[in-house]
């Protein structure tokens, strides 16, 4: 099997043992190779030049057989630990000096149990003084809707990780379009399926879509501009 690829300053050989400890599965191995890591490297360096690569390249290991779902469920418990410490221990809250932005709504639609990518986006968010509500996996579209309408969001944001879940995120426009909402609420959409096939956020109704964490903020800020009276 190939090694994951990344490109940064971290050894080769440790970034090996952690795949290792990953695969066989070696929790206590991982927790701490992760300890060090995060110690060494810091939080950032670990979410995004060694996990998300890592889950990217299972993904693809997946397709071909080469990995099981048990593998990636492990990497993504250890990687939602570092999510966890890097809440709690990096994040300011929101840059001095600069205005509060939303509030804004985050979500994994229906059915949807892929959480990580969506974590991610809402703590960026945060961090560039976003007030997130963030509903968590496998929510449907009345309840987002309602949240949305409860807070005042003017942006939606949903994370789906399948073709057949991005396809639930119809009902979310249904339910904006249907409560006279159109043009008021924007709907911004990510994650594999729509880095796969970026043209599909439009089929499933959505108002824009990002392919990173880095990238959600200036589309939320854009959809934001763009929703009727925010002026
Ligand atoms: C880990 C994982 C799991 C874990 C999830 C557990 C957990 N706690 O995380 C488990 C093992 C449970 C799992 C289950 C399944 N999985 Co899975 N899984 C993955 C894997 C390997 C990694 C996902 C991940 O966390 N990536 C890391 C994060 C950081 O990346 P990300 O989510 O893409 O997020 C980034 C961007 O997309 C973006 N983003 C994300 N959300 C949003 C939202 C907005 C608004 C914006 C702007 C941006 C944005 O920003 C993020 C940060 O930069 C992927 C492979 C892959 N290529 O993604 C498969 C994958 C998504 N799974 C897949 C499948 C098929 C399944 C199952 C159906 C398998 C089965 N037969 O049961 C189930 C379905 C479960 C469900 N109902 O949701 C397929 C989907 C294929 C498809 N496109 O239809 C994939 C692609 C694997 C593959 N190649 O076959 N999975």
Same mark, same amino acid.
């Given at each position: 099997?190939?090694?994951?690829?990344?490109?940064?300053?971290?050894?080769?050989?440790?970034?090996?043992?952690?795949?290792?400890?990953?695969?066989?599965?070696?929790?206590?191995?991982?927790?701490?190779?992760?300890?060090?890591?995060?110690?060494?490297?810091?939080?950032?360096?670990?979410?995004?030049?060694?996990?998300?690569?890592?889950?990217?390249?299972?993904?693809?290991?997946?397709?071909?057989?080469?990995?099981?779902?048990?593998?990636?469920?492990?990497?993504?418990?250890?990687?939602?630990?570092?999510?966890? +410490?890097?809440?709690? !221990?990096?994040?300011? @809250?929101?840059?001095?000096?600069? *205005?509060? $932005?939303?509030?804004? /709504?985050? &979500?994994?639609?229906?059915?949807?149990?892929?959480?990580?990518?969506r974590k991610i986006v809402s703590t960026l968010l945060r961090v560039n003084n976003w007030e997130v509500c963030d509903l968590g996996i496998d929510v449907e579209a009345g309840k987002i809707v309602d949240?949305?309408?409860?807070?005042?969001?003017?942006?939606?944001?949903?994370?789906?990780?399948?073709?057949?879940?991005?396809?639930?995120?119809?009902?979310?426009?249904?339910?904006?379009?249907?409560?006279?909402?159109?043009? +008021?609420?924007?709907? !911004?959409?990510?994650? @594999?399926?729509?880095?796969?096939? *970026?043209? $599909?956020?439009?089929? /499933?109704? &959505?108002?824009?879509?990002?392919?990173?964490?880095?990238?959600?903020?200036?589309?939320?800020?854009?959809?934001?501009?763009k929703a009727e009276g925010s002026g």
């Amino acid at each position: 099997m190939q090694p994951v690829e990344s490109h940064t300053r971290i050894e080769p050989e440790t970034l090996k043992a952690l795949e290792q400890a990953i695969l066989l599965p070696d929790m206590k191995t991982g927790k701490r190779l992760v300890e060090e890591l995060s110690s060494r490297h810091g939080y950032d360096t670990l979410i995004f030049d060694v996990f998300e690569p890592l889950l990217t390249e299972i993904g693809e290991r997946l397709k071909r057989n080469e990995a099981s779902l048990a593998q990636s469920y492990v990497a993504s418990i250890l990687f939602d630990d570092v999510l966890k +410490r890097f809440e709690s !221990a990096d994040i300011p @809250a929101g840059r001095e000096g600069h *205005p509060r $932005l939303g509030p804004v /709504v985050m &979500a994994n639609i229906e059915d949807d149990c892929h959480p990580l990518g969506r974590k991610i986006v809402s703590t960026l968010l945060r961090v560039n003084n976003w007030e997130v509500c963030d509903l968590g996996i496998d929510v449907e579209a009345g309840k987002i809707v309602d949240k949305a309408v409860e807070i005042g969001a003017r942006v939606i944001g949903l994370s789906a990780m399948i073709f057949t879940t991005a396809e639930n995120i119809r009902k979310v426009r249904e339910e904006i379009d249907a409560r006279g909402l159109a043009g +008021r609420v924007k709907l !911004a959409v990510g994650g @594999a399926v729509f880095r796969l096939r *970026p043209d $599909l956020y439009e089929k /499933v109704g &959505a108002d824009g879509t990002a392919p990173s964490a880095f990238t959600a903020a200036a589309l939320f800020a854009d959809l934001w501009r763009k929703a009727e009276g925010s002026g």
